[in-house]
C-alpha cells in the first residue's frame, strides 16, 4: 500500500531532551515536507525537501532540523525541544510530477514537551 | 504566496450538493490550485487540483473563473462521512517543479441526517 509513515504516534518528552520524529515514504517521491497543525493557526510548513540533500526552510523552521540523506526518509529532528513545540506533526510526500500537486500526508505525530 | 479566504463553518444535509468558495485574490501566474480533506487527528487527503475552469474527479469539482481570484469545490450529495475540514489551497510551483503549500484555517463542514 502506497504511504507515508511516521513514528511514533504519540510521544511525550522533557524540556531539552533531543527527539527525532522519523517519516519514510514508498513511493519514490521525490518532495517531502514537514508540518505542524495547531488550534487556531492550521497547517504550518516547517521544512521541505525536493529531492535528498536538497532541504530548505518552510514558514516556521525555528527550533527544528531536517535531513535527507535517502529518497524514502525524511525525519523531523528537535535538538532542544521546549514547549511550544507541543503540537500535531504530519510529514507528506509527492512526486515530481507536473500534473498532479497532491501531496500524500502520513497519520501524524502528536508531541508533548513538558 | 496568495493568501486564500474561506468560511469558517458551513452546515447541510445529507443527499445535498455543498459549495465551498475560496478566495485568492493575488493568486500568480504560476500557481495552482488545491483542495483538501481533513478529519480529526488525521493528516489531510488531497481531493482535487486545477489551474483554471473545471474540473472534475469522482470525488468532487473545482470550478475557477477565468480571473482565478476565487475557486468553488462542489461536492455532490454529500453524505455524514464527508462531515470534515476542507482546505483550499494555492500551491506556489517553485524552480525545479517543487511546491510550496500554505494552508489557510479552512472550512468545517458539518452534514446532519
Known amino acids: 500500500e502506497a504511504q507515508v509513515t511516521q513514528n511514533p504516534r504519540y510521544l511525550i518528552t522533557v524540556t531539552g531532551k533531543k527527539l527525532t520524529v522519523t517519516c519514510s515514504q514508498n513511493?519514490?517521491?521525490?518532495?517531502m515536507s514537514w508540518y505542524r497543525q495547531d488550534p487556531g493557526l492550521g497547517l504550518r510548513q516547517i521544512y521541505y525537501?525536493?529531492?535528498?540533500?536538497?532541504?530548505d526552510k518552510g514558514d516556521v523552521p525555528e527550533g527544528y532540523k531536517v535531513s535527507r540523506k535517502e529518497k524514502r526518509n525524511f525525519p523531523l529532528i528537535l535538538e532542544s525541544p521546549s514547549p511550544n513545540q507541543t503540537s500535531l506533526y504530519f510529514c507528506?510526500?509527492?512526486?515530481?510530477?507536473?500534473?498532479?500537486?497532491?501531496?500524500?500526508f502520513g497519520s501524524g505525530t502528536r508531541l508533548t514537551v513538558v | 504566496l496568495a493568501k486564500t479566504t474561506q468560511p469558517i463553518s458551513m452546515d447541510s444535509y445529507e443527499g445535498q450538493e455543498v459549495n465551498i468558495t475560496c478566495s485568492h485574490n493575488?493568486?500568480?501566474?504560476?500557481?495552482?490550485i488545491t483542495w483538501y480533506q481533513q478529519f480529526p487527528s488525521q493528516g489531510p487527503r488531497f481531493i482535487i487540483q486545477?489551474?483554471?475552469t473545471k474540473v472534475t474527479n469522482e470525488v468532487a469539482s473545482l470550478f475557477i473563473p477565468a480571473d482565478r481570484k476565487s475557486s468553488t469545490l462542489s461536492l455532490p450529495r454529500v453524505s455524514l462521512s464527508d462531515t470534515a475540514v476542507y482546505y483550499c489551497?494555492?500551491?506556489?510551483?517553485?524552480?525545479?517543479?517543487?511546491?510550496?503549500?500554505?494552508f489557510g484555517t479552512g472550512t468545517q463542514l458539518k452534514v446532519e441526517l
Open positions: 507528506a510526500s509527492r512526486a515530481q510530477d507536473r500534473s498532479n500537486y497532491g501531496y500524500t
Open positions: 513511493m519514490n517521491h521525490e518532495y
Open positions: 525537501s525536493m529531492n535528498v540533500e536538497v532541504t
Open positions: 493575488n493568486i500568480a501566474t504560476n500557481d495552482y
Open positions: 486545477g489551474y483554471k
Open positions: 489551497l494555492v500551491a506556489r510551483i517553485l524552480t525545479g517543479g517543487g511546491n510550496k503549500l500554505t
